[in-house]
């Protein structure tokens, strides 16, 4: 009896999550069905659901008309670069922070997290200006450095989190046993936190990637990631839902798979270890 | 652990997030509290007089400025309310036994991952659109008027569009925060004969109450940057309808090339950010200690 | 080899000093351990010993040389930490081998190396598993292997045993002293537990607060506490301590008399009391006695099985040339 009654309400608990769950999902799942429709379909009324003619028409077109390729390289260059430039500048500080802790490492911990409530936007007009006067705007080279400065301190900080729960007993083994600075870093707390810093990995190149203020105020034609490239549709001639679709597919698609990768990490990243 | 040598070595190898930060926060900072003082627009060539605080009475009575912070608050308030009594009732639905637990996350957390821009043309275009958008078919469907959601509705619209990006952050972390809950204080509970509604009030809302803080501090700081999804969508209209601060500013330096008024304008942004800032950073030190 | 000598080494943390000045020789091949009760400064020792920590003043001289500025890694010490401290991400194998690595030890000799040390401490089927999968003891074992590999001058050892379990401990606490029969190196030992201390020592230095309170042999310990905070220490179950009257007819402030050394009876004795608790190990028993109007509970132990019970009367006699007399300032007379 009791094992019935439960088995009800898990199918019970079941549908109704499943149900809630794609909803929230159709948005991301309509926009996979229409890159794959014509426009015709994918304006249809009313709207066709499987039955259409799969094609993958929207994909090469998009990539002819525009260059795809070239902005979604951007994409991941910058994104990639300015995570690695912003890890090597980070591992030594949490590894300092981490380890040697003196009376103002928690004042600056903190220091670097407020660098980080600074709203963009008050600091967009001196930043446009200094890299128009640089010859930065527009270059990818420009949005690696903005990346990596506004993403360094979540690097640092969740570095430090992973680095705090290793014992600091082994990277003294490690001294005992004959390890340089260097050779300890390397040998013994980079390998252990291989764990910790692949999901820092992965959560900052997510954020760069989608990072759209910095991206879409300091970019042109040129140096454009998918944010910016994608911000362009927003002035459509004609029909253009399916190649919308095909656009914003490509542009997600790399960042959901790392996401569903990083979601338990994705909490104590982004919650500045607050959340565990 | 700390030996002289140590302490060297630690100060050696902080001091180039140090600098850099420190760099990256002073100069954009000062240049910004120093052009809202000035005459500056690129539009006008010249010298750039010192005016003391007259952009900041321009930036502060400009009819927009006005619109902008309740479009703000609204955007802000709104985006938090839904995200959070949503996240805690999916929380507490995918806290429950059921099979293919792992999936509905997965399907719940996506639209985090969804870049703004996409996000907001994607629902721009795909479900508000008056003629081709899926809830224009619905409505039609329905036998109702389609409805022009971004001409009719331009800041509710936003707050949807911002909400469904944010709700798979206050979920992830309600959930992560409801799993760590003792597992016998709910069954202590139950023994005590408390029902499932007292249960949920008085033992697991206290629970949540710090990660429900921390994430009405850490979305605040967000939303109060929200930029891309305002200007794929309505840029900032139809008037200053859907104009928040953030975007005001943006119009103000990047459109009409007033870098007094623009800078002015952040200074102002980032004196309101830094209020919230206060209270998240002190979240966050108390829990450095435990 | 391994001489090492503390000239009034201090240590300061901010302005709290845990270790005021202080002298201390240790021998070449020398087991010596450094016991106390937690917080007495012994572990914050080996740490300056270690070079982990650096001293606030004073020299430490390893070998004849000054080593009081040398980082831990130049100073040819070798240390097993309480937590094992083992690489988790490296093989057995290779945590032996990593201190050998970074003295560049060349390839073969390591192999020689880490095939002798394995088979000394039984760990050659283990060679390729990582620390993860190993038991308590054999983890245990790998951090000694870790440490034999590199030929120290001198062994520190930081609570090595406090993390196994009491079966394990007794064995452990063998292979550490057979492996310093067989080495012949100097080894420092921390330890909080004095059953350990006796066990394996050749010289005990007792700490207290940062302060040496008597340096000796395991046995002058035992028998000559220096003062009644090594008397009270040194010895299990410990020291009985009576003042007033008593004290007084020995001419001392206090005197103390070890459970061990008081004769039991049932009809006639010294002194009389009431049996609290009995405790029957077997081979011995333990008697908690009150009510002896000397001090709250006098503990005896008596040798096999007597049948005292709870309530019983019970007549006790110190053996007097076993009595330790201290004066008014706890030092001994």
């Given at each position: 009896m009791a094992r019935a009654v439960k088995t009800q309400r898990k199918a019970l608990n079941t549908a109704i999550a499943w149900g809630v769950g794609l909803l929230i999902f159709f948005p991301i799942l309509w926009t996979i069905l229409t890159s794959f429709k014509t426009e015709a379909e994918a304006i249809a009324d009313p709207p066709v659901w499987f039955n259409f003619h799969w094609t993958l028409e929207n994909y090469v077109t998009v990539q002819e008309r525009s260059n795809y390729f070239r902005h979604f390289w951007n994409s991941v260059v910058i994104s990639v670069g300015s995570t690695l430039i912003g890890l090597i500048i980070a591992v030594p500080a949490a590894w300092a922070m981490a380890f040697v802790p003196g009376k103002r490492t928690k004042d600056v911990l903190m220091w670097m997290l407020s660098t980080k409530m600074l709203p963009p936007v008050g600091v967009l007009v001196p930043l446009y200006l200094i890299f128009r006067n640089l010859g930065l705007l527009d270059t990818r080279t420009g949005l690696v450095f903005v990346l990596t400065m506004i993403n360094l301190p979540i690097i640092i900080w969740m570095l430090y989190t992973y680095f705090r729960e290793i014992p600091s007993e082994i990277l003294e083994a490690a001294r005992m046993d004959g390890a340089s600075l260097k050779e300890e870093v390397i040998h013994v707390l980079m390998p252990m936190a291989v764990p910790g810093m692949a999901s820092t990995v992965l959560l900052n190149i997510i954020l760069a990637w989608n990072e759209a203020f910095w991206t879409l105020n300091l970019t042109a034609a040129k140096a454009a990631p998918l944010t910016a490239f994608i911000a362009s549709y927003s002035s459509p001639e004609g029909l253009f839902y399916a190649k919308l679709s095909a656009a914003s597919t490509m542009a997600i698609a790399p960042i959901l798979i790392m996401g569903w990768f990083s979601q338990k990490q994705l909490v104590r990243g982004l919650t500045f270890g607050a959340v565990k | 652990m700390s030996t002289k040598a140590s302490r060297a070595a630690a100060r050696l190898m902080i001091s180039p997030s140090v600098i850099l930060l420190l760099g990256w926060m002073l100069i954009p900072l000062g240049l910004t509290l120093y052009f809202s003082v000035l005459r500056y627009n690129l539009l006008m060539p010249g010298d750039n007089p010192f005016v003391g605080f007259e952009n900041y009475s321009y930036f502060l009575t400009d009819p927009g400025f006005t619109a902008a912070i309740w479009n703000t608050l609204a955007l802000v308030l709104g985006v938090l309310v839904i995200t959070i009594i949503g996240g805690i009732l999916l929380a507490l639905l995918l806290d429950q036994p059921m099979w293919g637990q792992g999936i509905v996350r997965i399907l719940v957390i996506a639209p985090f991952f969804v870049m703004p821009t996409v996000s907001a043309l994607v629902w721009k275009n795909m479900f508000l659109n008056p003629v081709n958008g899926l809830f224009a078919h619905l409505f039609k469907a329905l036998g109702l008027e389609p409805f022009d959601f971004l001409a009719q509705a331009p800041l509710l619209s936003i707050i949807g569009i911002v909400s469904w990006q944010w709700l798979p952050f206050a979920t992830l972390i309600l959930l992560t925060a409801l799993q760590s809950l003792d597992s016998e204080q709910l069954e202590a509970a139950e023994m005590d004969g408390a029902k499932p509604l007292s249960r949920f009030w008085y033992i697991m809302l206290p629970h949540l109450a710090r990660a429900i803080t921390v994430v009405v501090l850490i979305q605040t700081i967000f939303l109060l940057s929200v930029f891309a999804e305002i200007l794929v969508t309505t840029n900032g209209g139809p008037g200053y309808a859907s104009t928040n601060l953030t975007y005001l500013i943006y119009v103000q330096s990047l459109l009409q090339y007033d870098v007094g008024m623009g800078s002015a304008g952040g200074v102002v942004a980032i004196i309101l950010a830094n209020i919230v800032a206060i209270f998240l950073m002190r979240m966050i030190g108390k829990n450095l200690e435990a | 080899m391994g001489k090492i000598t503390l000239s009034q080494v201090t240590k300061s943390f901010g302005d709290v000093q845990v270790i005021p000045p202080l002298?201390?020789?240790?021998?070449?091949?020398?087991?010596?351990?450094?016991?106390?009760?937690?917080?007495?400064?012994?572990?914050?020792?080996?740490?300056?010993?270690?070079?982990?920590?650096?001293?606030?003043?004073?020299?430490?001289?390893?070998?004849?040389?000054?080593?009081?500025?040398?980082?831990?890694?130049?100073?040819?010490?070798?240390?097993?930490?309480?937590?094992?401290?083992?690489?988790?991400?490296?093989?057995?194998?290779?945590?032996?081998?990593?201190?050998?690595?970074?003295?560049?030890?060349?390839?073969?000799?390591?192999?020689?190396?880490?095939?002798?040390?394995?088979?000394?401490?039984?760990?050659?089927?283990?060679?390729?598993?990582?620390?993860?999968?190993?038991?308590?003891?054999?983890?245990?074992?790998?951090?000694?292997?870790?440490?034999?590999?590199?030929?120290?001058?001198?062994?520190?050892?930081?609570?090595?045993?406090?993390?196994?379990?009491a079966a394990l401990r007794v064995g452990m606490r063998l292979e550490i002293s057979e492996l310093h029969e067989r080495l012949a190196t100097t080894m420092i030992y921390v330890t909080h537990d004095q059953v350990e201390a006796m066990t394996m020592a050749d010289k005990i230095v007792v700490l207290r607060a940062g302060h040496i309170e008597q340096v000796g042999s395991p046995l002058e310990l035992y028998r000559a506490p220096r003062n009644l905070f090594v008397a009270g220490f040194i010895g299990s179950p410990k020291m009985n301590f009576i003042e007033g009257q008593t004290a007084e007819a020995h001419g001392a402030h206090t005197i103390g008399i070890r459970p061990e050394h008081i004769e039991v009876s049932a009809t006639e004795g010294m002194w009389q009391g009431r049996v609290a608790v009995s405790e029957h190990l077997g081979s011995d028993s333990f008697f908690h006695v009150h009510d002896t109007g000397l001090a709250d509970v006098i503990t005896v132990r008596a040798s096999g099985e007597i049948g005292f019970r709870h309530g019983d009367t019970i007549f006790l006699t110190p053996r007097e040339d076993q009595l330790h007399r201290f004066g008014a300032d706890g030092l001994r007379m």
């Open positions: - | - | 002298d201390l020789e240790i021998n070449d091949g020398e087991f010596v351990v450094f016991v106390g009760p937690s917080g007495c400064g012994k572990s914050t020792l080996l740490r300056l010993i270690a070079g982990l920590e650096d001293v606030s003043s004073g020299r430490i001289d390893i070998d004849g040389a000054e080593a009081t500025e040398l980082p831990p890694a130049k100073r040819r010490l070798a240390m097993v930490f309480q937590s094992y401290a083992l690489y988790p991400h490296m093989s057995v194998r290779k945590n032996i081998a990593f201190p050998m690595k970074m003295a560049n030890v060349p390839e073969d000799e390591q192999k020689r190396r880490i095939d002798s040390a394995a088979k000394a401490l039984n760990l050659s089927d283990y060679l390729d598993r990582k620390p993860g999968q190993l038991s308590g003891g054999q983890r245990q074992r790998v951090a000694i292997g870790r440490a034999i590999v590199r030929e120290p001058a001198a062994f520190l050892f930081d609570e090595p045993l406090s993390n196994l379990d």
